[in-house]
């Protein structure tokens, strides 16, 4: 029988790596699918008017159709939140370190991305133009003009394109195309829900999806062509650190239990929970061994 301290020693996967001709393929189709969104909505942008009038329709069917009687899309919406989709997906930190390493590394690019867009386009948010009684609103009632693009959808789509080039960066069977559709609609529903919700314009949407997908392009990018900065997370000793950034996820949503704008909110649960049992988890990765050692020692 395996002794217990053996339970919490998971080897990594080596890291996978793609080819130029892969990222070849993985880039092009992002920059010619930005390009065609970038300039549509820069047309649009030039009149604020005719970008509300151009898909208030398609919103407010939109919107109309994912209304529900529940609290179904603001706890879907919420995935798309950083700080309760990252203790969501730490099950993987162990097995794989360099998906942790590139959901990290994909921030800097989709944060600047997420609020260079903003600024430059400063779209009113659909609360902020359209009478607030027509359409369905859930959670906070956003009336700023910082709606292109969607945040929250640049958030999943580059945490979902992580997560599918580094579990599947060669798809060669056909299970791997299916998760690769799966994870597409996920984002899909994720960011659509933004909608459902009365926060975001359909090719806010759009664009944040496209943005996200580069976000998520260059997190992989940087753990593979520049993997010294990440590969100590292999090693057990140093799980210690993985271990303290999550607590800190978990601690933020644990606080965010008291905040009324995050009553009734059941995505929490999960997220404390299962962010609190790999933040122990991880921490006892190496404490077993150094417990061993201090008894030979003795």
Known sequence: MRPVHALFKVPPTP?????????????????????????????????????????????L???????TDSNFWLNVTQLGDAMILFPLLSFLIPRYPQ????LFG??????????AGKTFFSTPRPAAVLDQQSFTILGDTLTAHNSLPSGHT?????????????????PEKKHHYFWLLMGVFVAFFIGISRVAVGAHWPLDVALGAVL?????????????????????????KYRFISSIILLVFVVAVVYHFSDPDYAGLVILWPSAILGGFMSLFLLLQNTPDKLTRGRHEQ
């Open 61 to 67: 069917f939109i919107n109309h159709a994912l209304k």
């Open 106 to 115: 994909a921030v800097p690019l989709s944060a600047v991305l997420s609020h």
């Open 15 to 59: 890291p996978s790596y793609w080819g130029k001709a892969q990222l070849t393929w993985l880039w092009l189709p992002a920059i010619i699918a930005l390009l065609l969104v970038f300039v549509t909505a820069l047309l649009l942008h030039i009149n604020r008017t005719d970008y509300v009038s151009f898909q208030t329709e398609a919103f």
């Open 212 to 236: 996200g997908y580069l976000g998520g392009l260059s997190g992989v990018v940087l753990t593979q062509r520049y993997s010294a900065w990440w590969r100590w997370l292999e090693l057990p």
């Open 154 to 170: 640049i958030t999943i789509f580059a945490a979902v394109t992580v997560v599918l080039a580094v579990l599947l960066s060669q």
């Open 99 to 102: 998906l942790w390493a590139a």
